[in-house]
């Protein structure tokens, strides 16, 4: 049975499923889709062609679904998606896309901490934090267990690699490689994450085994640690270094970042 306080406005045309919750004075507009067993807490607003998953916990002040603050979008439909088992703690705030019918699109089980912010157009993956006052530019890629650090600034276009660690109160214009820690004014990396690689509170499975971790620790020495350039690095890890699908996946994502690599 959904539980809907009294002083909330819920469109008609809405769809909440079994078990959803929603707080005093929250606003939730038309063509709203939310799953089942979500809460929803006070004063939070879900504007048009929002999809929120099973399960998830939006509090106090959040609003989702809001229109793209880039000046190129025109009102037309286009959508914000938020997959399962996501908690959004207060004044979080996630825009709809800029492109028509396009998508802003958060996965499964992240935690957005008090006043984030996802621009249009962003791509979160699963499994993320993301500590307090987070600035998400639009078009951005976070991939899965990522952690953001309170006050970090990404800007348009950059790609945050999978179990990257962004450093808190850092400005990012440039991609950030899987495993690794970012940090400073512009952000450079500064270390694998060793702590990140081999423990997931979430997800256990998304942990490395001390195999890969060993050879992920040889191929940062050589790409970030050495005098030879980075195409010289990655030809030299794959000549020299034992076989691995994430140290391969590394490369692979250095070799094709558009906005390059802080080093």
């Known amino acids: 049975m959904t539980k809907i306080h009294e002083t909330a406005i819920i469109h008609p045309k809405a769809e909440l499923d079994e078990n959803v919750e929603v707080g005093p004075f929250s606003i939730i507009s038309e063509d709203v ?28 002040g959040s609003t989702l679904g809001n229109p793209s603050k880039d000046l190129k979008y025109g009102g037309w439909r286009s959508y914000t998606r938020i997959g399962d088992r996501n908690v959004l703690r207060e004044y979080v705030s996630i825009s709809r896309a800029t492109t028509e019918d396009g998508a802003t699109i958060i ?3 992240n935690l957005l901490m008090n006043w984030v912010n996802i621009a249009h157009d962003t791509v979160v993956g699963s499994r993320t934090i993301m500590a307090n006052f987070a600035t998400i530019a639009g078009h951005v890629l976070i ?9 970090a600034a990404i800007h348009q276009f950059v790609r945050v690699g ?5 450093g ?5 214009v440039q991609d950030v490689p899987p495993f690794t820690v970012s940090d400073g004014h512009p952000a450079r990396v500064c270390s694998l994450n060793i702590i990140g690689l081999g423990t997931s509170q979430i997800h256990p499975m998304a942990s490395l085994s001390p195999e890969t971790i060993r050879c992920l620790k040889s191929a940062y020495r050589t790409l970030f640690r ?20 994430e140290v391969e996946y590394l490369l692979n994502f250095i070799e094709n970042s558009n906005r390059g690599i802080g080093i």
């Open 33 to 60: 889709q939310i799953g089942r067993g979500t809460v929803i807490g006070p004063h939070v607003q879900i504007d048009r062609w929002t999809t929120i998953g099973e399960a998830c916990q939006i509090f106090f």
């Open 226 to 245: 050495s005098k030879v350039n980075l195409t010289q690095a990655i030809a030299q890890v794959r000549s020299e270094g034992e076989p691995d699908a």
């Open 168 to 172: 808190a109160c850092s400005k990012f």
């Open 107 to 109: 996965g499964d089980n």
């Open 143 to 151: 991939e899965d267990d990522a952690r953001i650090g309170a006050h």
């Open 162 to 166: 999978k179990m990257a660690m962004v």
